[in-house]
């Protein structure tokens, strides 16, 4: 691919001792790492919440299903350990995300591509279209689900690349599962309800890349957001760089090891009709360390048509959401970029 800039952030800024123009956030919108609250994720009260899946469809299953209900509405992030899903899975997957990103450019640019609607490609930023400043990542998006359907225009160097995580989808996608059927159970709804509101399903997975930044307070890996779809499942490398929106403040979420963080999309707080809320959150970048994360998205399938559930509605609690499709929602938020308005006000009902 003949190109006389880098297409790559990776290689646009190697060796590079300063941030380029078009990384540099205007003052009123940076990082401010200094202003950054930093606490464990132990279980104490000012933690995100950390739970124990252990026994969750057995003597533990009340227990477990309250304190999800209880993390979803009162933080919309928790930690999930006892997930069942083994060390050596995501120690692969972890291996080959990171084996991608240390191929030679003209490797990994076999993946490349700037079309949004392309089901596997690298690509950086967010959408470059829409942003008048970059976000200090590289990425690699795969549709993953039916499997089949997509596995084999996955990258084929790491030679393993394909298998690991391949492996790696199936087991997040019945965890994913677990999880929603959990969620379901907990607003007092049938544990199938949100399975069966998604449609056919959709499963996205993006392995983020962020390379060590010389001037990390001038930038994000991805500025605050919520996400669009219905729950993420986000695997993270050792370095931190996560961070919540709580209280009015900005949160640090470090890395442990083999647990999963679980935050709440926009499609929950629409199906739950705003008990359960999707939350701001962000990635910061560092001078030292690249950093790799790996967000499961799991969604409804485009022609979903997602709105509040029937039996969480009566005359005191009317509809906050009008139903719509979720190919409507995500391509309005596509077409906006990561803002920290979310575009939930654009469905929302006007009640009286």
């Known amino acids: ?89 995501i120690d692969s ?98 544990r199938d309800y949100v399975d069966r509101a998604l449609g056919q399903h959709g499963q996205h997975m993006a392995i983020n890349y962020y390379p060590p930044c010389p001037q990390p307070e001038l930038t994000y890996g991805l500025p605050g957001h919520a996400d669009p779809n219905v729950i993420t499942v986000l695997l993270q490398d050792d370095v931190a760089g996560l961070q919540v929106r709580r209280n009015g403040k900005w949160v640090a979420v470090d890395p442990m090891p083999y647990t999963f963080i679980v935050n709440i999309g926009d499609q929950i707080q629409v199906l739950s009709n705003e008990r359960y809320k999707s939350v701001l959150h962000r990635a910061v970048v560092n001078s030292d360390k690249e950093r790799i994360s790996i967000p499961t998205f799991y969604c409804p399938s485009y022609d979903a048509i997602i709105g509040p559930a029937q039996k969480l509605l009566d005359e005191d609690e009317p509809a906050h959401y009008r139903s719509f499709t979720y190919g409507e929602y995500y391509e309005k938020f596509w077409n906006r970029g990561l803002q920290t308005q979310t575009c939930l006000d654009m469905f929302k009902t006007h009640i009286p």
């Not at 930093?38 to 299903?65: A, F, T």
Request: glycine share 4%; with cysteine; proline share 6%.
């Open 1 to 89: 691919m003949d190109s006389t800039k880098p297409l790559l952030l990776t290689d646009l800024v190697s060796g590079s001792k300063h941030v380029p123009s078009n990384y540099i956030r205007p003052e009123h919108d940076r990082p401010n790492l200094d202003e950054v609250e930093h606490y464990s994720l132990d279980g104490n009260s000012s933690s995100i919440p950390l739970i124990d899946l252990q026994g969750l469809h057995g003597p533990n299953h009340s227990d477990i299903i309250n304190h999800i209900g209880h993390a979803c509405q009162n933080y919309g992030f928790f930690r999930i350990k006892n997930h069942g899903i083994q060390e050596a899975v």
């Open 93 to 190: 997957m972890l291996r080959v995300a990171k084996e991608f990103f240390q191929l030679p450019e003209f490797e990994r640019l076999r993946s490349y591509s700037d079309d949004p609607f392309k089901t596997t490609r690298l690509s950086t930023s967010f959408n470059p279209k829409a942003e008048a400043v970059s976000s200090w990542r590289d990425y690699l998006r795969l549709h993953c689900h039916p499997l089949e359907d997509y596995v084999d225009e996955w990258p084929a160097n790491p030679a393993s690349f394909r298998e690991e995580a391949a492996e790696y989808c199936r087991n997040v996608r019945g965890l994913a599962r677990r999880l929603l059927a959990a969620i379901s159970e907990s607003l007092g709804l049938e």
